[in-house]
C-alpha cells in the first residue's frame, strides 16, 4: 500500500491508472478506524480494481466546543488495517494540504434542504463542512466510485444530492451500518464510552427495533412513537437529541403514502454523542 500525503504526488500516482482505464473506488474516513470502515474496504474492493482510502480529520466539520481536537488519532494501526485489508493507497494529508489558506475553505459547499434538518439543527455547518471536504477529495482522487457507511444516514444522502447537484461523475455507494453482537453500530465515537456505558449503548438500536415493530404492527401516532422512544432512552441514562420517524428519500415526515421510512436517532451517552438508524418498508398499514 501506498501511503501518500501531497495532492499533487496522489494525482500524478493515480495518473497511470486512469490511462489503464482502472476502474478507482475512494473510501474517505477520519480515521481511528473499526470493523465498519474496513467492510467499506471491502466494498470498494468488490467495486474497483484499485482502491484509495483516505484519512483526515476535517477540521471544517467540527463546530466549537466538539471534539476536533480530542478525536481519536491512531495513524500507525489504521495504516496497517487498511493494508492488511487491501486498500491499495492511503492519502493522508495535513490541514495545511487541504486547505491552504488560514479560512479553512474559501469555496463552502452546502446541501439546504437537508443539511438544516436532524444533526445539523444540533450541529450548525456540520453538513457544509462535511459536502465541502468530500467535493475537495472526490476532485482530488477522481474516483468512479466513493462508498460511504449508512450509519451517517443523513451525510449519505447530503452527499448523494451533492454530486447529484453538481454534476460530479461519481457513483455513491451506501454500505449496510456494522453492529456490534448486542446491535450498537459501530463508531469511532464508541470509544469514549466504558464499559458499562457500552452495554448500555445498545439500548439506541433496541429502541429502533421496538420502534419499527410498532409501527409495523398498525401504530400510527408517529409523535407518541418517538416520545415513548425518547423517554425510555432518557431512564437508560441518554440525553436527548432527536428520535424521528422519517421519509428515507429526503427525512421530512411521512404521510399516510409513505412506505419507504427510516428511523434516525441521536442521543448523548457520557461523553458520546451516538447516532444510529434503520430503514425499511412498510409492508401494511391498518
Ligand atoms: O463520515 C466521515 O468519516 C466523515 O464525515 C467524512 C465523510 C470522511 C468526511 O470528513
Keep these: 500500500m501506498h501511503t501518500i500525503d501531497r495532492i499533487s504526488q496522489l494525482r500524478s500516482h493515480l495518473w497511470q491508472a ?6 478507482i473506488a475512494f473510501v474517505p474516513t477520519m480515521g481511528n478506524l473499526h470493523e465498519g470502515h474496513l467492510q467499506l474496504i471491502d466494498r470498494a474492493l468488490e467495486e474497483s480494481d484499485l482502491v484509495v482510502a483516505s484519512i483526515f480529520v476535517n477540521p471544517l466539520q467540527f463546530g466549537p466546543g466538539e471534539d476536533f481536537n480530542g478525536y481519536p488519532r491512531t495513524f500507525m494501526s489504521d495504516q496497517e488495517k487498511l493494508m492488511s485489508r487491501g486498500c491499495h493507497v492511503l492519502f493522508a ?19 439546504p434542504h437537508l443539511d438544516s434538518l436532524l444533526c445539523g439543527k444540533s450541529r450548525p455547518g456540520h453538513f457544509t463542512g462535511v459536502a465541502t ?10 474516483p468512479d466510485v466513493a462508498i460511504f457507511g449508512l450509519k451517517d444516514y443523513q451525510q449519505f444522502l447530503v452527499i448523494q444530492q451533492m454530486t447529484d447537484d453538481l454534476c460530479l461523475p461519481v457513483n455513491i455507494i451506501g454500505a449496510p451500518i456494522a453492529r456490534a453482537e448486542t446491535g450498537l453500530a459501530l463508531s469511532s465515537r464508541n470509544g469514549y464510552l466504558s464499559a458499562e456505558e457500552l452495554d448500555r449503548a445498545a439500548q439506541l438500536y433496541a429502541c429502533l427495533v421496538s420502534c419499527r415493530m410498532a409501527l409495523e404492527a398498525g401504530e400510527t401516532d408517529l409523535l407518541k412513537l418517538e416520545e415513548v422512544a425518547q423517554c425510555k432512552l432518557e431512564t437508560i441514562g441518554f440525553k436527548r437529541d432527536y428520535f424521528k420517524i422519517c421519509r428515507q428519500n429526503d427525512l421530512q415526515a411521512p404521510t399516510l403514502d409513505d412506505n419507504q421510512l427510516v428511523i434516525v436517532a441521536a442521543a448523548y451517552l457520557g461523553k458520546a454523542r451516538l447516532i444510529d438508524n434503520i430503514r425499511f418498508t412498510l409492508t401494511c398499514r391498518v
Design 18 to 23: 486512469k490511462l489503464e482505464h482502472k476502474k
Design 93 to 111: 494529508p495535513s490541514v495545511g494540504e487541504m486547505y491552504p489558506t488560514t479560512n479553512l475553505s474559501l469555496t463552502l459547499v452546502s446541501v
Design 133 to 142: 471536504v468530500v467535493t475537495k477529495l472526490l476532485g482530488i482522487v477522481q
